[in-house]
């Protein structure tokens, strides 16, 4: 059973920093695209970056781009979304996502495992 826990979020001002942090277990990731979405209130469920295990393609939403790095760690089977110069808007609930494809996967419906999220509030 694959089992995805999601550390890292909290309360930080506009223009701050957070590294969120996903840890994977449950089988071998070779094999698996990860991604990271969020939901903020009111508002549905969106694609925020993307990456496959074994090559390390990467792939990001237009409102992230630039300020948004997703990295993996093979030997500790952990995904990573680096997260500067946060505004307001991007105040959220962040999920970690995983799915047994090669490629970058972009919609929620396409991934097979979730997290439970972990919150990121930005303070204007």
């Known amino acids: 059973q694959v089992q995805l826990v999601e550390s890292g979020g909290g309360l930080v001002q506009a223009g701050g920093s957070l590294r969120l942090s996903c840890a994977a277990s449950g089988r071998t990731f070779s094999a698996y695209a990860m991604g990271w979405f969020r939901q903020a209130p009111g508002k549905e469920r969106e694609f925020v970056a993307a990456?496959?295990?074994?090559?390390?393609?990467?792939y990001y939403s237009d409102s992230v781009k630039g300020r948004f790095t997703i990295s993996r760690d093979n030997a500790k089977n952990t995904v990573y979304l680096q997260m500067n110069n946060l505004k307001p808007e991007d105040t959220a609930l962040y999920y970690c996502?995983?799915?047994?494809?090669?490629?970058?996967?972009?919609?929620?419906?396409?991934?097979?495992?979730w997290g439970q999220g972990t919150q990121v509030t930005v303070s204007s």
């Open positions: 990456i496959t295990w074994s090559l390390g393609n990467t």
């Open positions: 996502a995983a799915a047994g494809y090669i490629r970058v996967l972009t919609t929620s419906r396409e991934y097979d495992y």
